[in-house]
């Protein structure tokens, strides 16, 4: 008789459903996009890249570090399972021996040098311990705490969908890194640095934004709404010409406050003039 083995996807959805998230979404500071350099010394650039640069080359601990995110919600931010699971579920070794925790092992070993994860002995098995997005600081990891949303403290939002409908297949690195990078921009327009200074600020290359965008536009999943002229004190006339973009279901969920107030004041529209007289009259009378 064949045993069955837990395929990629049942392993996926087994961890997405022990996270008991109601809304099906997990927060990513920002930071681990972008860092921001809040004391940066004038003409210094204002930020620079996050942990999220340095695992463009092993995309299975991307993977792994993705479904830690959405499956720790409390207490010490930890998970303990098998390797073996996690190594079906980052599609890393699908069969059901002792090769998983070497392979599993090398790829937690990378996130915890980077201060994304620390590993606790629990029994037989490893607990999987979430630290700040920020990664090392001063070579000292960060606890994590719940984002707060505050201007110095900001998180965007991933849908299970990325699981549920395969995009953690469909897109190669590039295109989920650039889909990362344009989540954590909040607005529902916004433009994607395509020139070398501005994707180095992500820790990308400019190719390699390129072909994320061409990916994510490829894909339908990035609407390209441009080109606008937006200010730009580096270009010689102070402004520049860019192509700017929009998410699409099932990634459009990020919208900061002040996007939002924005959106609703454009909708209602200008206040017509005989409206604010007829107001005006009313409140007099």
């Known amino acids: ?15 997405l459903r022990r996270s008991r998230r109601k809304d099906e979404v997990f927060p990513i500071r920002r930071e681990f996009v972008q860092k921001s350099h809040i004391n ?5 650039p204002s930020t620079g890249p996050g942990p999220l640069s340095k695992l463009l080359r092993t995309p299975h601990a991307l993977e792994l570090l993705l479904l830690v995110y959405a499956v720790t919600t409390g207490r010490d931010f930890g998970v303990t399972e098998r390797s073996q699971l996690w190594a079906r579920a980052a599609g890393i070794y699908m069969r059901p021996d002792k090769g998983a925790s070497v392979a599993v092992s090398r790829q937690w070993e990378h996130l915890e040098k980077l201060g994304l994860i620390e590993r606790r002995q629990h029994g037989r098995l490893k607990r999987i311990v979430k630290r700040h997005e920020i990664g090392r600081v001063a070579n000292m990891t960060v606890d994590y705490t719940v984002p707060t949303g505050t201007k110095s403290d900001v998180y965007f939002r991933v849908p299970f969908a990325y699981w549920r409908e395969n995009w953690h297949v469909k897109l190669n690195m ?10 954590s921009r909040r607005k529902e327009t916004f433009t994607l640095p395509q020139d070398t200074r501005g994707a180095q600020a992500l820790g990308l290359g400019r190719h390699t934004m390129a072909r994320g965008i061409e990916e994510l536009l490829h894909h339908k999943l990035l609407v390209k ?9 580096r270009a010689m006339r102070g402004w520049e010409w860019v192509h700017t973009y929009q998410l699409a279901e099932p990634f459009n969920i990020n919208l900061s406050k002040a996007e939002v107030e924005r959106l ?16 005006q009259a009313g409140q007099s009378g």
């Open 225 to 233: 709404m441009g080109p606008d002229e937006v200010m730009d004190a």
């Open 1 to 15: 008789m064949v045993e069955r083995v837990m395929t990629r996807e049942e392993s996926i959805e087994y961890l």
């Open 264 to 279: 609703e004041a454009e909708e209602r529209g200008p206040l017509a003039p005989q409206d604010g007289a007829d107001i």
């Open 174 to 183: 590039p295109g989920k890194a650039v889909l990362l990078a344009a989540m």
């Open 40 to 44: 940066s010394l004038p003409g210094d």
